[in-house]
């Protein structure tokens, strides 16, 4: 069975902090993974990653995969209190699926 | 653009009624997933389609839960009857099935649902 672990699960830190947030996982035929953010309504996209060591970045936001070590990072430099928000790690699995495995997420919270 | 469409936004219903969530994807996407979140267990897939065809329903919790995708731009979730445990957020999310590597989904509002 599939298996998503992401950490921590709640983070409570200072405007300005800078977060990493985890996921790791366990899927049979790892295709890509991606990362949502969700605030009080539906999880919006982040990023999708596919090749390893590879950073994406958007902004203030950035995330890197190791397929070797089964994991990947999501990191939030100068957080505002925008970033507020539940984030959840996806990987896609198996061969031809389309389907997408969710991790519980990691609630953060950024103070002023 | 309007995004992924979902009604009702909030429903309440007592047990034992039958409840109908509907779904109207992005447009010119072709593959519509449902999904339900609890706090307990988190984002769940509960089935999905891919030009209006059922492909996996192994996510679907029991024989009171079914849906169906009569066109390209219309799905419903149907839950006959309720249980209070079936109290979620129901969302729909859909897709333009590039390939598997770098398909996005696209999340509705998502529905409140409340078992009384």
């Known amino acids: 069975e599939d298996k998503v672990v992401q950490s921590p699960l709640s983070l409570v830190v200072h405007e300005g902090d800078t977060v990493t947030l985890n996921c790791s996982y366990e899927v049979t035929n790892f295709r890509s993974l991606l990362w949502y953010k969700q605030e009080k309504k539906a999880p919006t996209f982040l990023f999708m990653l596919t090749s390893s060591g590879i950073e994406k970045k958007s902004g203030r936001l950035s995330s890197i995969l190791d397929k070797k070590e089964l994991f990947s990072i999501l990191n939030i430099t100068a957080t505002q209190t925008g970033d507020s928000a539940i984030y959840l790690c996806a990987p896609r699995s198996g061969a031809g699926s389309y389907q997408l495995t969710f991790g519980k997420g990691t609630k953060l919270s950024v103070i002023p | 653009d309007a995004g992924v469409i979902q009604s009702p936004r909030h429903e309440v219903t007592e047990m034992g009624q039958e409840v109908t969530l509907r779904c109207k994807p992005i447009s010119g996407h072709n593959s519509l997933f449902w999904y339900r979140q609890t706090m307990m267990r988190g984002l769940e897939l509960l089935i999905y389609?891919?030009?209006?065809?059922?492909?996996?329903d192994s996510g679907m919790p029991e024989d009171r839960f079914s849906a169906k995708m009569p066109n390209a731009s219309f799905s419903t979730l149907k839950i006959q009857p309720s249980e209070p445990r079936d109290s979620a957020v129901y969302f729909c999310a859909s897709s333009l099935r590039t390939s598997p590597s770098t398909d996005t989904q696209y999340f509705g509002p998502g529905t409140r649902l409340t078992v009384l």
């Open positions: 389609f891919n030009n209006n065809v059922p492909i996996d």
